[in-house]
């Protein structure tokens, strides 16, 4: 018989928090290809390879690690994912999902979230970063699929889905580092094929700024559980179609490593105001 999904939480969240030495994380911050470095600030850092956890698959993307990375970041009690689960990998929603809900069955009250993504909007270039106000559904799956886990509501409000009040927060940090911070709608997609001129057309007669594969069914499971997000797209490319050169994924690396030290100092100053 199927393990119930709330009894897949459980035991994952048990085998984090016997590593976790008494640390309670109040954050967690799951990280976005080429984004990772933020996890190597983190303070008396305990690493946790998520081959250890029971439910959570080896990740397989190059610039994704596969690790949690629990400490103190500013202060604050943290957990960082470095190495998120995508659909496009095989992985059904409710695993893309799984590390959102064992962060709120360990505690954690706010999730912030970092993606690539292509730019849509037309002022977007390489290098942008963006505060996600919002999102658009586009992979037609999504975690709370099924028999409803203990814990979460049958049919989560999301007209909130990226808190105001965090991204206030966001924009007063950028403001005062004077790192340039756009805000916009954040398309999910299932990948792994980059979108096709006419696609990307779409995306912007439907009201998004950015695109990218991940993302959404993180947020919608911590929605379903009350947890506050706040989700970052650093615009590693121009979508399909702006641009007269074919995507490569090591241009998103490329271009996601150059501005990880500004979001990395977006995401801190956010969190000394948490703390
Ligand atoms: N499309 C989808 N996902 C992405 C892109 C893109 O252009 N760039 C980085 N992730």
Redo the contacts with the bound molecule.
Sequence with gaps: MDVPASELIRRAADAVAAQLGGLRPRVAIILG?GLGSLADAVQSAIRIPQSAIPGFPEPGVTGHKGELVAGTLEGVPVVVQNGRFHLYEGHPPDVAALPARVFHALGVATLILT?????IRPTFRPGTLMLIADHINLMWKNPLIGPVASGDERFPDMSDPYDAGLRKIARAVARDARIPLEEGVYAG?L?PS??TPAEVRMLQRIGADA???STVPEVIAARARGMHCLGFSTI?????GLSPTP?AHAE?LEVGKRVAGQLGTLIKGVLRQLG
């Design positions: 290809s993606n690539a993504a292509g730019g997609l990948g980059y979108e695109v990218g594969m590693t490319n121009l979508a399909a995507l998103v």
